[in-house]
């Protein structure tokens, strides 16, 4: 598995993998926009035979790194990948100054919470009916020093 920049040519494969992934996916110009546009963002793929499996998103902010999305293709699930994912951002993110990582998460997404756990991310907060779908919570999670081990 290589992980890379996410380019204009894996937007098909991105938004794909983020429609089957979430009930309120982002649209293709959100993650146009996150490649041409944002100076603060910093988006990946994992790629494994020619087949983009995985992607994040993620913000610099001054020194916090905000992980915006993170998405597995379904068919890798299970797998490691979004962890390596989030290892090769916050790695990445540290090297340019960042020095806590937040980000929200669905309150019912347990798998996710796990893996945030997983590396050191504490509940730090509570958005409110944060989720427009069905108005569910998110759940604020802070890695409050940033250090990464694989």
């Known amino acids: ?19 089957t992934s979430f009930s309120l996916p982002w649209p293709e110009r959100s993650f146009r926009f996150e490649i041409m546009d944002n100076p603060a963002s910093r988006a990946w793929v ?7 499996v995985g992607a994040i998103v993620a913000w610099l902010l001054v ?14 699930r299970r797998q ?11 790695q990445s993110m540290m090297n340019e100054g960042a020095l806590t990582s937040v980000l929200e998460v669905r309150e019912s997404n347990s798998a996710a919470q796990e893996m945030y756990r997983k590396f050191g991310f504490e509940e730090s907060g509570r958005r409110p009916r944060y989720y427009r779908d069905n108005n569910e919570d998110a759940i604020l999670m802070t890695l ?3 250090k990464v081990e694989s």
């Open 1 to 19: 598995m290589n992980i890379r920049r996410m380019t204009l040519d894996d937007l098909a494969q991105v938004v794909a993998i983020d429609k």
């Open 46 to 52: 994992a790629e494994e035979d020619g087949k983009v």
């Open 63 to 76: 020194d916090e790194a905000h992980i915006a999305t993170i998405a597995t293709h379904p068919d890798f």
């Open 80 to 90: 490691g990948i979004a962890s390596k994912l989030l290892v090769h951002t916050l």
């Open 144 to 146: 409050y020093k940033l």
